[in-house]
């Protein structure tokens, strides 16, 4: 089955640090990648989706690249702000079997500190 | 910018007792889901709903669970006889159709979930 694992958290990180969120996954075919973020008392929100492989997903100065070869979909940013403190979840979706439904990452904490 | 709504917020119940979590998707959207996330743990998906039928369920989605669309504009998840382990946060989430190749790429609008705590 489809599966997506990241990294634990929680990621502490001074305010201008880089930040790279490791994500890898596994699925059957060719799924679509995300990235959504909850920030504290919100739901999940989309962060950026890359499709198909080499694509880069970007937004807020976040981004990430969809690695076929490795099964990977790190997030990274070069310099984190403490608004961007949150969890962060990968996930998947296998659109070649028709499938909708997302599975996800159990998520990353991110910390920023001032 | 419209926005999937849930309530209520936090919803505390005994064991045994059923609980209905009501949701407002997004007007225009035609895909409409549930999601769990068990505290600490992995948001899981539960059921996903279009054209007034279950389009597709996980392992999870028993026959404990139910949901409806009883008129045009709410979605609700239905928990019968609920179990300590049913104790999660619950979100619904909604698509719109998107077109052609991209319809399965139409971003999920989650709303801020509904904290059940059975007791």
């Known amino acids: 089955g489809n599966s997506v694992t990241q990294m634990e958290g929680p990621v502490t990180l001074s305010e201008e640090a880089f930040l790279t969120i490791n994500c890898t996954y596994t699925?059957?075919?060719?799924?679509?990648l995300f990235w959504y973020v909850q920030y504290p008392g919100e739901g999940l929100q989309l962060l950026l989706k890359a499709t198909k492989a080499d694509d880069k997903g970007s937004n807020k100065g976040f981004e990430a690249t969809y690695r076929k070869e490795t099964t990977s979909f790190h997030l990274e940013k070069g310099s984190v702000q403490v608004s961007d403190s949150a969890v962060y979840f990968c996930?998947?979706?296998?659109?070649?079997?028709?499938?909708?439904?997302?599975?996800f990452g159990s998520g990353t904490r991110l910390q920023v500190q001032p | 910018e419209p926005e999937v709504t849930q309530t209520p917020s936090h919803q505390v119940t005994q064991m045994g007792q059923e609980v209905i979590l009501r949701c407002v998707p997004i007007?225009?959207?035609?895909?409409f889901y549930w999601y769990r996330q068990i505290l600490g743990q992995k948001v899981e998906f539960l059921v996903s709903f279009y054209n007034n039928e279950i389009s597709e369920k996980s392992e999870i989605f028993d026959d404990q669970f139910s949901v409806e669309r009883p008129d045009g504009s709410n979605f609700t998840l239905k928990i019968r006889s609920t179990k300590l382990e049913d104790s999660a946060m619950y979100f619904c989430?909604?698509?719109?159709?998107?077109?052609?190749?991209?319809?399965?790429?139409?971003?999920?609008?989650f709303g801020n979930g509904t904290r059940l705590t059975v007791t």
């Open positions: 007007s225009n959207h035609l895909y």
């Open positions: 996930a998947l979706s296998a659109v070649d079997t028709g499938r909708r439904a997302l599975t």
């Open positions: 699925a059957t075919g060719y799924p679509s």
């Open positions: 989430a909604s698509s719109s159709p998107g077109q052609g190749s991209l319809s399965y790429n139409s971003p999920l609008h």
